[in-house]
């Protein structure tokens, strides 16, 4: 099985600014995806990013992007110039086969 | 498009009922995976129907099963419901190439059951 493990319960970033929320996961496999998903109060889980593991880049999705680093199991997202509607729960993710565990979340506020 | 969507939005139940809710997938997609998310807590896999088979299950009881019809819907059936069986239920749809998928999942918006 795998673990992923979120540490920050809570993160609060000032509007326009940068925020980085950490991720670490545990895994055996060697062929495995990671991503961040975005949860809003509305409940509806939005992917905002995904990382194959076998790429050695890092993912970016215009203000979003990924520190991965491989060897130490650690995953996390960055997100730049903040804005009031990235206020969510966002839960880190791994995925093999057709599993996928998630880590507790990490709610996020956006101060205007 | 049509997004993944799920039945009822909300459902109140009471300790040894029954339950089924409802998902359908995403157009296109022919997986469907099932979530239970606690309060609080990230959701946990319960189980994923490829080709109308269960093709993979989390640490959930046999009480716990599900269905996957020919057009790729599917149902999750709870038996003998218990208290702790209360959270948010997410439903989410990916398209398969084969037994193992690394494809994105879309969500739909969940139901939420309350056992009293």
């Known amino acids: 099985a795998q673990t992923v493990t979120q540490s920050q319960p809570e993160m609060s970033v000032q509007e326009a600014e940068t925020v980085t929320l950490s991720c670490t996961y545990d895994?055996?496999?060697?062929?495995?995806?990671l991503f961040w998903y975005k949860q809003p109060p509305s409940r509806q889980m939005i992917l905002v990013i995904r990382?194959?593991?076998?790429?050695?880049q890092n993912a970016t999705e215009n203000r979003f992007s990924v520190n991965f680093q491989k060897a130490a199991k650690s995953f996390s997202l960055k997100i730049s110039d903040s804005q009031l509607g990235d206020a969510a729960m966002y839960f880190c993710?791994?995925?093999?086969?057709?599993?996928?565990?998630f880590g507790t979340g990490t709610s996020l506020t956006v101060i205007p | 498009e049509t997004g993944v969507t799920q039945s009822p939005t909300h459902l109140i139940k009471t300790r040894g009922q029954q339950v089924t809710l409802r998902c359908s997938s995403q157009?296109?997609?022919?997986?469907v995976s099932w979530y239970q998310q606690a309060l609080g807590q990230g959701p946990q896999f319960i189980f994923q129907?490829?080709?109308?088979?269960?093709?993979g299950r989390g640490n959930f009881p046999p009480r716990f099963s599900g269905l996957q019809f020919p057009n790729y819907s599917s149902e999750l059936n709870v038996n003998a419901l218990e208290l702790d069986d209360s959270a948010l239920y997410l439903c989410?749809?990916?398209?398969?190439?084969?037994?193992?998928?690394?494809?994105?999942?879309?969500f739909g918006p969940g139901t939420r059951l309350t056992v009293l």
């Open positions: 895994t055996s496999e060697s062929d495995y995806y």
């Open positions: 157009s296109g997609h022919n997986t």
């Open positions: 129907y490829y080709r109308e088979e269960e093709n």
């Open positions: 990382q194959e593991a076998y790429k050695q």
């Open positions: 993710a791994s995925n093999t086969g057709n599993q996928f565990y």
């Open positions: 989410a749809s990916s398209l398969q190439r084969g037994a193992r998928s690394y494809n994105e999942q879309f």
